[in-house]
């Protein structure tokens, strides 16, 4: 049989029957509190596994009606697939019968049955009188034309047929997710003597295997997966739509709480901001306005935000606008996602949304340029999203962190950066994976600013052949990654804007020529000169040593002096430029304010008089000290 992998979760006001139709469904009693039993009202969430006729078992979440629970009501609907909307027929349509459905609407949920409860208590006409005032309801959200069906579970009427129509609308039902990694959004945490750590919830993408890495999120805590259980049976893998219970190693209780994430390492950066398409229901009474503190559910999480509309001063009741949400703790979410707005106090369910921007800039009201990107961003086309998060950057990134950055799937990347590519929007650097992608806005920026730098150095430095990489990646690429610099500067060298001559780069035509063969001879030279860093050989040393015309050599040292490969401290010695930086580290550090003397630094350095003495004069003449009798002190 074809896996189907999904969770139905009741809806409904209390004590409108859901937990015992639950249990007319599945034989279990989902109630499992002390407290639960006691007042007879469901407190928290419950689970239990359906047989379908078809014989594929589904999980059902039955979640309580009380006003006070909707929270928890929320952390159960979050990961539903089907509705079981549950309304008594003695009762009618109720205030949580709304709410519940109203969440059910923000959340996207759009397939499900309603049950008509407790028939055998009233007369067939009321029956036919709250299936009218229901189908009513329905109207106009995700769930209209949901079929309507009379159950009682005293005389056991109806409840064949809702088992066939939840298998039915079950068939139809788009799946979530496996091929996006996984996210488990945490709706219980507990541990179990002998076992250690055991955290629940529906899988919401990917697939989990025993054994695997994963991370807890927003904290970013590496957990290890211990051991994997679907309704009370051990597995190797499990599967998106599935409810689960992992045993975590690594993880305390205290470490994780509902609301946490269980994710695949790499996937979904927390973050504080989300720009989303927000509705406010047209319920509610006033208009939505600019800071107003609300509470933001989120998969199995609450916490609070600010909401700033995009484009005027509130948000109208029954409007749906573009609007910043700046949270007050992190959310783990992902371009797409639904969420529920609830007031601060008292507290209501008054809204809800999409999230279309996983981590905005702070917009200014009325940011056309905002709005452009939420238009982008909302239509969904692979390049246009892609190339938002692209331009955002300021270095070049790989596919991976691009999915990172803007939690956009990642089959979507890299859709959107392979059209990108091919429509010259961005550029592909490198050819060893990870290949790193860059906005052709960004790569003729950084260009136009190598350029610029090596302009200015070739000004001031006419003899030089060029400008060390290294030093160059210092001044244009300071805060990038050393080998996206270095790609780039290939890049760059590729297509000809720069000339590369060893160590160095210059502008084409630039450099002042040095032969490959005095290349070759300045290698040598300075090789010998790095080999002794605190007593390098004298240049006689050097011209004796590799027979070499004094003269010749010492072309050689003012060219590797200009390359900055050679540091001339005086006519005889040449140091490393590590070394001389290295020294002079050491002496600043060991000065004290009375001074060093000559024997002092030499012992300190660890060399002889023959360099000692040079290279304090060295450092008078390049200010960082200065002369008192026989004494330097430092500038
Ligand atoms: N006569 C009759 N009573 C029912 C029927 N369904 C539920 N009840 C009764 O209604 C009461 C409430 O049922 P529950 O299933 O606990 O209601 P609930 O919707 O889960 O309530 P909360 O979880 O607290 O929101 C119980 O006393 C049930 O026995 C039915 O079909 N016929
Ligand atoms: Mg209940």
């Not at 407790?118 to 009321?126: A, M, N, R, S, W």
């Not at 129509?165 to 996006?180: F, G, I, Q, S, T």
């Not at 949304?353 to 982008?376: I, S």
Request: glycine share 8%; hydrophobic share 40%; aromatic share 4%.
């Amino acid at each position: 049989m074809p896996r189907r992998n999904l969770i139905i979760g009741t809806a409904g006001h209390i004590d409108h029957g859901k937990t015992v139709l639950v249990k007319a469904l599945t034989g279990k009693d989902t109630d499992r509190l002390a407290e639960e039993k006691e007042r007879g009202i469901s407190i928290d969430l419950g689970f239990a596994p359906l047989e379908l006729p078809d014989g594929s078992v589904v999980g059902i979440v039955d979640v309580p009606g009380h006003e006070n629970f909707v929270r928890n009501m929320m952390a159960g609907a979050t990961g539903v697939d089907v509705a079981l909307l549950v309304v008594a027929a003695d009762d009618g349509v109720m205030p949580q019968t709304r709410e519940h459905l109203a969440i059910l609407d923000f959340l996207g949920v759009s397939s499900g049955v309603v049950a008509i409860t407790k028939i055998d208590l009233v007369e067939d006409d009321l029956v036919k009188l709250v299936a009218d005032e229901v189908r009513e309801l329905l109207e106009g959200s995700s769930l209209e034309g949901s079929a309507i069906m009379p159950v009682s579970v005293v005389t056991g009427r109806g409840i064949p047929e809702i088992r066939l129509e939840l298998e039915r609308v079950a068939r139809e039902v788009r799946l979530k997710d496996e091929a996006l990694p996984a996210r488990l959004p945490i709706d219980r945490v507990f541990t179990l003597k002998g076992i250690g750590t055991v955290v629940t919830g529906t899988l919401w993408s990917g697939t989990v295997k025993n054994g695997e890495h994963l991370e807890i999120s927003p904290a970013g805590r590496p957990a290890r997966v211990r051991s994997l259980g679907v309704h009370g049976s051990v597995r190797d893998t499990v599967y998106a739509g599935e409810r689960v219970a992992a045993n975590l190693a690594g993880v305390s209780k205290k470490d994780v709480t509902r609301g946490d994430v269980l994710l695949a390492p790499g996937y979904l950066k927390p973050t504080y901001m989300v720009d989303a398409r927000v509705t406010l229901l047209k319920e509610r009474a006033k208009p939505l306005k600019r800071g107003t503190r609300l509470r933001f559910h989120h998969g199995t999480r609450e916490l609070l935000c600010r909401v700033y509309p995009l484009e005027g001063a509130a948000v109208a009741p029954g409007e749906t606008r573009p609007c910043q949400l700046r949270l007050e703790a992190q959310a783990v979410c992902a371009n797409g996602d639904r969420f529920v707005l609830r007031s601060y106090s008292p507290v209501t369910t008054i809204g809800g949304g999409t999230v279309v921007d996983t981590h905005p800039r702070k917009h200014r009201l009325h940011d056309e340029a905002a709005l452009r990107q939420f238009e982008v961003l909302e239509s969904g086309e692979p390049d246009k999203s892609v190339l938002v998060y692209l331009s955002r950057a300021s270095e070049p990134l790989s596919g991976e962190q691009l999915a990172l950055e803007s939690s956009l799937a990642p089959a979507m990347v890299e859709k959107g950066l392979e059209a990108l590519t091919s429509a010259g929007q961005a550029a592909a650097l490198g050819n060893r994976a990870p290949v790193l992608y860059i906005s052709s806005a960004l790569y003729a920026d950084i260009k136009a600013s190598t350029e610029e730098s090596l302009r200015r150095f070739h000004a001031e430095k006419p003899l030089a052949d060029g400008m060390a990489k290294e030093i160059l990646q210092k001044k244009v690429f300071a805060a990038w990654d050393v080998r996206a610099a270095d790609i780039f500067l290939d890049s760059l060298l590729e297509e000809g804007a720069l000339e590369s001559h060893g160590k160095l780069v210059s502008l084409p035509g630039e450099s002042a020529t040095v032969t490959a063969e005095q290349e070759r001879l300045i290698d040598t030279v300075t090789e010998r000169i790095d080999h002794r860093p605190a007593a390098p050989p004298t240049v006689s040393e050097l011209a004796a040593e590799l027979s070499m015309d004094r003269q010749i050599l010492s072309e050689l040292l003012a060219i590797a002096e200009k390359q900055d490969r050679a540091v001339r401290v005086s006519a005889e010695l040449y140091f490393s430029p590590a070394a001389v930086t290295g020294i002079e580290k050491k002496l600043r550090d060991s000065v004290r304010p009375e001074g060093i003397t000559v024997s002092e630094f030499r012992i300190l350095i660890g060399t002889s008089r023959k360099y000692a003495l040079p290279l304090l004069e060295y450092f008078d003449r390049i200010k960082v000290t200065f002369r008192v009798g026989d004494v330097r002190k430092l500038r």
